[in-house]
């Protein structure tokens, strides 16, 4: 069974950076589009980026030109580099493949952006 675990948040100030990522069980060879994914407080769950195996990106507007997914398949891993960090940015953040399965859903990473 394959198991996505999330790490790398946490409180950082407005226009600061994190680094999140995946350790994926399995091999995420088999998933051509990965994903990420985040909750704020409140809100419903929302695509943020979307990874091909080949590379190609997608990005919800919101985070274009701040927020930077990769893939290292070989590593079975996907990140999200988080630049310019703001306070509507304040969520958990979760990976999973695209669109997502229900049985991927780990328990995500908390990323609070606060002065």
């Known amino acids: 069974q394959v198991q996505l675990v999330e790490s790398g948040g946490g409180l950082v100030q407005p226009g600061g950076s994190l680094r999140l990522s995946c350790a994926v069980s399995?091999?995420?060879?088999?998933?051509?589009?990965m994903a990420w994914y985040r909750q704020g407080p409140g809100k419903e769950r929302e695509l943020v980026a979307t990874?091909?195996?080949?590379?190609?990106?997608t990005y919800v507007d919101s985070v274009k030109g701040r927020f930077t997914i990769s893939r290292d398949n070989a590593k079975n891993a996907v990140y999200l580099q988080m630049n310019s960090l703001k306070p509507e940015d304040t969520a958990v953040y979760y990976c999973?493949?695209?669109?997502?399965?229900?049985?991927?859903w780990g328990q995500g990473t908390q990323v609070t952006v606060s002065s």
């Open positions: 990874i091909t195996s080949g590379g190609s990106t």
């Open positions: 999973n493949a695209f669109p997502p399965l229900n049985t991927f």
């Open positions: 399995g091999s995420i060879g088999w998933f051509n589009f």
